[in-house]
């Protein structure tokens, strides 16, 4: 999601400049490659770039291809075969052994459903959302970002011959929280559809305004989390010291729940380093579908406060993660963040936490949900 956003602001920016763009949208790949569907990038006619759509080899050939889509106006799908050995010939040379289709969609300001006003309607909402993009393998014509949709609503310009089957495809993964891909015929077009499956922005919600949270708030933030901080001291809970958090509340535990959006999508870390605030938030968090609980401190400090609360279940000790984080032999604060950041971003996206060099099958897997 913090890709997106950062092209909605670098978007803002050039309408602002005067400045025509294009979108870079990866669509669709085979075998290996540096991103996956779903990578987008802006690209402005002076050449600015935000995003990226490969590990920076495809991007100067695709500022070319970005900047004949904004003078001619149209949509334009463009193959990087990197299996061929005449990839040299153009300067690609990516090296990851696959085919990436990377569609270009320049963004007509006065479209009222240009792909960028349905990226503005995404992050727009904190909901499981379902993007729509239609695009040709073998026709000129492309027809590009084409629907947003979501559980109450939707927003379309997908062909009146195909919306029907779309809107119920969308639907389905909505419903199993993964992105795939439909053919189907429109007219005397043969299009392929890449749906994607977007959940919001992780939120995660820091108890303590410790010196020890000051890197893990920061860290979240670089990721595009939304970060909330949580604690009863106004002498630490303070937006001077969290100046990227999107709330800063001074608040006693009882209070959280009320100003705090409770989602699938939300983290809790306890470290007030305060037993007793602590376990009054725990108290409360246990009674949420809170996805992800995690307690700062020695295992048997958490043992004992879901003793005190008569919840000391195998159920609540699998569920609250204390020690919070990862075992990546962290030492101090910055560390302890990082190993917190990629306990929660594993238990979010279902992922082993095991070396990559041990990963038998292939590190994206169409399978996998997408989180962000």
């Known amino acids: 999601m913090k890709e997106i956003t950062d092209i909605l602001k670098a978007y803002k920016k050039a309408v602002k400049a005067q400045q025509k763009t294009a979108l870079a949208t990866v669509v669709k790949v085979e075998g290996s490659s540096y991103r996956r569907p779903g990578a987008r990038m802006l ?3 002076d050449g600015q770039l935000t995003g990226a759509i490969s590990g920076g080899c495809l991007e100067g050939d695709a500022l070319r291809k970005a900047l004949s889509a904004i003078i001619q106006q149209e949509n334009k799908l463009i193959t990087y075969d990197t299996t061929d050995e005449e990839d040299a010939k153009i300067g690609v040379q990516l090296g990851c ?6 569609l270009f969609e320049p963004i007509k300001d ?16 904190r909901e499981n959302s379902v993007l729509v993009t239609l695009f040709s393998l073998t026709d000129k ?8 949709y979501r559980k109450e609503n939707f927003r379309s310009r997908v062909p009146d011959a195909i919306n029907e089957e779309v809107i119920e495809n969308a639907a389905a993964v909505l419903d199993n929280q993964t992105s795939s891909f439909e053919n189907y ?13 977007i959940p919001p922005p992780v939120s995660l919600v820091i108890a303590g305004a410790g010196n020890d949270a000051q890197p893990l708030a920061e860290i979240a933030y670089l990721l595009g989390w939304e970060v909330t901080i949580v604690d009863g001291r106004p002498t630490h809970a303070s937006s001077e010291r969290f100046p990227n958090a999107k709330r800063v509340l001074v608040v006693k535990p009882e209070q959280v729940l009320s100003q705090v959006h409770v ?27 809170a996805a992800y609980i995690g307690s700062l401190g020695p295992k048997n400090k958490l043992i004992r406060m879901l003793d005190e609360l008569n919840c ?7 569920r609250v993660h204390g020690p919070v984080g990862l075992d990546i032999g962290a030492e101090t604060a910055e560390e302890i963040a990082i190993s917190i950041i990629a306990e929660i971003k594993a238990v ?22 997408i989180a962000t």
Request: hydrophobic share 35%; glycine share 2%; proline share 4%.
């Open 97 to 102: 052994n696959g085919i990436v289709y990377i």
């Open 263 to 289: 989602d699938e999508q939300t983290a809790f870390v306890l470290m007030t380093h305060n037993y007793n605030y602590d376990l009054a938030l725990l108290n409360l968090l246990l009674q949420t579908n």
């Open 110 to 125: 006065h479209d009222p459903l240009n792909p960028i006003v349905f990226l503005e309607a995404l992050v727009a909402e």
């Open 312 to 318: 000391n279940t195998e159920e609540n000790e699998l």
């Open 185 to 197: 015929i429109s007219g005397n077009h043969n299009l392929d559809c890449f749906f994607e499956f």
């Open 43 to 45: 690209i402005t006619e």
């Open 348 to 369: 979010f996206t279902n992922a082993s936490t095991c070396s990559l060099k041990e990963k038998i099958n292939p590190i994206h897997s169409r399978e996998t949900k």
């Open 141 to 148: 014509s492309q027809p590009g970002t084409s629907m947003l």
